[in-house]
Nanobody, 126 residues
């Protein structure tokens, strides 16, 4: 099994930056792709960004394109979500998720991922 642990959340002012990390352990050789989702209070979980474990492909939600960057630290089995120009609309619990096989057309669907972390809170104040 793959275990995922998120870190790096916190409170930041609008316009600020945060870096979230997702560290994978266990059967990491089975990971095909890893993604970030977020869920704000009273809202459905939504896709943020994803990348293939090889790092060859990345995907972004339109709402974060140009502000967020997803990347992988191969040596640490860690995926980083660098978030810039944050606004209150980015406030949510951010979840890391992985899958052993991703149909590229469905990268944005939470059902495409079968392992999830516990989530980390990001709060952006105005």
């Amino acid at each position: 099994q793959v275990q995922l642990v998120e870190s790096g959340g916190g409170l930041v002012q609008a316009g600020g930056s945060l870096r979230l990390s997702c560290t994978a352990s266990g059967r990491t050789f089975s990971i095909d792709s890893l993604a970030w989702f977020r869920q704000a209070p009273g809202k459905e979980r939504e896709f943020v960004a994803a990348l293939t474990w090889s790092g060859t492909s990345t995907y972004y939600a339109d709402s974060v394109k140009g502000r967020f960057t997803i990347s992988r630290d191969n040596a640490k089995n860690t995926v980083v979500l660098a978030m810039n120009s944050l606004n209150p609309g980015d406030t949510a619990v951010y979840y890391c998720a992985s899958t052993s096989f991703l149909r590229s057309s469905y990268y944005y669907l939470s059902g495409s991922y079968d392992r999830w972390g516990q989530g980390t809170q990001v709060t952006v104040s105005s």
